[in-house]
């Protein structure tokens, strides 16, 4: 599904990533954990193509076509879905109304008719019971005034509006409450099959005790330092991140 | 109305002024310039009675004395007013008695500009004036009409068969010497709507007017005038749309309603006239005074407007709130694009007790234009716990367009209760990043990003009329992102 090679990028003159190397097959589950700045907000920018960040190595390939060649519409379009970590506000336009607007411009591109009311309609209630989200809230102005769980809600109900094939989530967990994180942990269970994967990124392992990942990466500087199954966030839960740092203090002197 | 973004969407891609055809057509024209003998030709052309030639003249000799106007934040070369034709007419086969009757070449130019003048093929609930240059070419449903006792018909019919309402009422909110623009329009205006509704009488359709400039050379002149007696209403729209030309063109309106005791007028437009193109050659002088007055307890007048076209836009629809209780709206979209420049916003002036305002206006700038909001709140004497509510947002793409916003306010009544809010923002990069990652390309993302800003004024347009205006806003601002 996707295959990251030697990926390098960066920002004006800072080099932020500096050789991801990631494969993530069609129904697994990856999370990528890190401490703050290590650029795992960077690596889901670039793969969702924010023109800002500035790739300078590397390749990424998405369901076999080269990925870093398309406008961030057409990787939206061909199923990549970013849960961003601090989603925008935009006045006046309402979340039924974005999401139709986003659901038919890919429709379009996928060369299929665009869902008429009484569809949209029907697929936004069932989607909304996944997340548990209200009609009066996507009534409202996109992120507008909505508290912090309530936005990362209204991305994952987006997310389970669009079935995309690969959906990042970044720091989805942040700011939610235990309920929350449940509810928005339940959402992805359910939308989870053999057919689609998940990047998980998460500062904690909180989070992966609801969403199970298949498996787990450190990033660290840019690069992934350490990669392992679950137990790995469990023991960076208990070890801190500094055992990572110091492991890696040893590896480079030795 | 937010349903249809798909439309809008497709047609975001469509380049160009749309509505930049001109029409072959013979035209019927006064020689070029002005003086008291072109006043003479015009009103003969249109049989007027002898008090409405004086009353021509007069505005004429006073506009000789004034000066054009140079407050406002625009810029524009010198006008040569000897250089403009003040009257053309097309040159129709026979008149025409029906609709069926007029001119196909005509009916097409309207249906080019998606106005059918076949009454079975309008959209329901709307009856439409169709002028032309200086004169009006058919008006629909005004049978129907009729039998409610509404006047609906072009200002020349008005003249011939209403002499005395017109004579009552023509000036009656903007006096010819009002300013320049409106002595100019006095002098030697040619067409335009008027509209009556008698007491207790609810217009059953919206009732419109499509204001097309079609030959060369020539000045737009028209005149407008909307009577609501006690206790009537009406929803009014006007659209107008012209020939993409090299050189610049006059349209200088004049706009007045009435509206007595408990009535209500709503006048929508949707102004789209030439803006000239990316250089800022070409394009419509937009130079218009629109004024109402509740003149009755309880009345209310709201105008609202979306802006997109003219190379520059000076006008400032006002109302005057004399009776009681009245009640005064200004809803404006102004959009400018490219070398655009508009100078518009509203007047409030308060004179009866518990009367109310409320202003909002939306800026968009894009381009290297030049957009401002220019307000004036008056509260007179004896206007005891009159009441205004200002917001004026401004919206920039890009960093080469200015946004300026001018708010007067004068209180001579310490009851009244004043607020005026005012925002300036940008797109955000971010913001269309983020519709970029739901499948959106830049120009939807746009086109959605402003209808949002938009909506509270896009909200207050009759149906019929609200996905054409949100279109335009996307159509008006392509190419200006990315
Ligand atoms: N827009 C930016 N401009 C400059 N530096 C940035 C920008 N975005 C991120 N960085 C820097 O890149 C590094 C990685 O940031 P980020 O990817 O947000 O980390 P994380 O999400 O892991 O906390 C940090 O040092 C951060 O300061
Ligand atoms: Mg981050």
Redesign the pocket.
Known sequence: MLKITDLHAG??E?K?LKGINLEIKAGEVHAIM????????????VLAGRE??EVTGGSVAFQGKDLLEMSPEDRAREGMFLAF?YPVEIPGVSTTNFIKTAVNETRKYRGQEPLDAVAFLKLMKERMKLVQIDQSLLSRSLNEGFSGGEKKRNEIFQMAMLEPKLAIL??TDSGLDIDALRIVANGVNQLRSKDNAFLV?T?YQRLLEYIVPDFVHV?YN?RIVKSGTKELALELEEKGYDFIKNELLVTEQA | MYEENDDILGEVTSSEYKYGFVTDIESDDAPKGLNEDIIRFISAKKKEPGWLLEWRLKAYRHWLTMEEPTWPNVQYPAINYQDVIYYSAPKQKIAPNSLDEIDPELRRTFEKLGISLQEQKRLTGVAVDAVIDSVSIATTFKEELAELGIIFCSMSEAVQEHPELVRKYIGSVVPPTDNYFSALNSAVFTDGSFCFIPAGVRCPMELSTYFRINAANTGQFERTLIVAEAGAYVSYLEGCTAPMRDENQLHAAVVEIVAMEKAEVKYSTVQNWYPGDKDGHGGIYNFVTKRGICQGDYSKISWTQVETGSAITWKYPSVILKGDYSNGEFYSVAVTNNMQQADTGTKMIHLGKHTRSRIVSKGISAGKSNNSYRGLVQVGRNATNARNFSQCDSLLLGDKCGAHTFPYIEVKNNTAVVEHEATTSKIGEDQIFYCNQRGMDTETAVALIINGFAKEVMNQLPMEFAVEAQKLLAISLEGSVG
């Open positions: 920002i004006e800072k932020i890190g401490p703050n700045g290590s650029g795992k907000s960077t690596l889901a920018s800002s960040f970590q970044d720091e990124v500062h990033l840019g």
